[in-house]
T-cell receptor, first 112, second 110 residues
Framework: DAGITQSPRHKVTETGTPVTLRCHQT?????MYWYRQDPGHGLRLIHY???????DKGEVSDGYSVSRSKTEDFLLTLESATSSQTSVYFC???????????FGDGTRLSIL | GQSLEQPSEVTAVEGAIVQINCTYQ??????LSWYQQHDGGAPTFLSY????GLEETGRFSSFLSRSDSYGYLLLQELQMKDSASYFC???????????FGTGTRLQVTL
């Protein structure tokens, strides 16, 4: 299995608080992605990175920011969490931007 | 933009064959992938079709027809462990970003 670790695995927090999710990879892959998964929507891309300090928006980027200061780490930040951001968040990596993408085990985030 | 349509649920008997269809509308097309996801688990890659035709990997096969904007995943000799959700997905634009279908939940019964 691809070496991808997401932390935390579960988090419950309150509306208006900042939240940061971490994705760590040991594969030295260039591309990293953040998706959210909600019932009835499948997986939707939030942001992705194609190298250190190189990021771009996905389909549902509003309310989220990302940073990648090292190849192995990709952080997703919710500056002021809202209940609509309650979801399961998956990180994925890809060696060269082509298929396949390898996914982490996900973070279940609940915002009350 | 991209949209991918799949049936929401499919039920099949252990040992049987099942086909999960995916139709897509895209502004640019870079191929069709399939991912499997068990309840509570992470999506895992099954197959990728960049060109028309059939790709076979063990009990699973995937087919693509670009002229029909259509693909399918074929699962043979179904086992109980195949009960999962299956997603078709297509890379967007620069081929780095995946757009997923809403998924097909497969229930394998005895």
């Amino acid at each position: 299995d691809a070496g991808i670790t997401q932390s935390p695995r579960h988090k419950v927090t309150e509306t208006g608080t900042p939240v940061t999710l971490r994705c760590h990879q040991t594969e030295n892959h260039r591309y990293m992605y953040w998706y959210r998964q909600d019932p009835g929507h499948g997986l939707r891309l939030i942001h992705y990175s194609y190298g250190v300090k190189d990021t771009d928006k996905g389909e549902v980027s509003d309310g989220y920011s990302v940073s990648r200061s090292k190849t192995e780490d990709f952080l997703l930040t919710l500056e002021s969490a809202t209940s609509s951001q309650t979801s399961v968040y998956f990180c994925a990596i890809s060696e060269d931007g082509n298929q396949p993408q390898h996914f982490g085990d996900g973070t279940r985030l609940s915002i009350l | 933009g991209q949209s991918l349509e799949q049936p929401s649920e499919v039920t099949a008997v252990e040992g049987a064959i099942v086909q999960i269809n995916c139709t897509y509308q895209t502004s640019g097309f870079y191929g069709l992938s399939w991912y499997q996801q068990h309840d509570g688990g992470a999506p895992t890659f099954l197959s990728y079709n960049a060109l028309d035709g059939l790709e076979e990997t063990g009990r699973f096969s995937s087919f693509l027809s670009r002229s029909d904007s259509y693909g399918y995943l074929l699962l043979q000799e179904l086992q109980m462990k195949d009960s999962a959700s299956y997603f078709c997905a297509s890379p967007t634009g620069t081929a780095s970003k995946l757009t997923f279908g809403t998924g097909t939940r497969l229930q394998v019964t005895l």
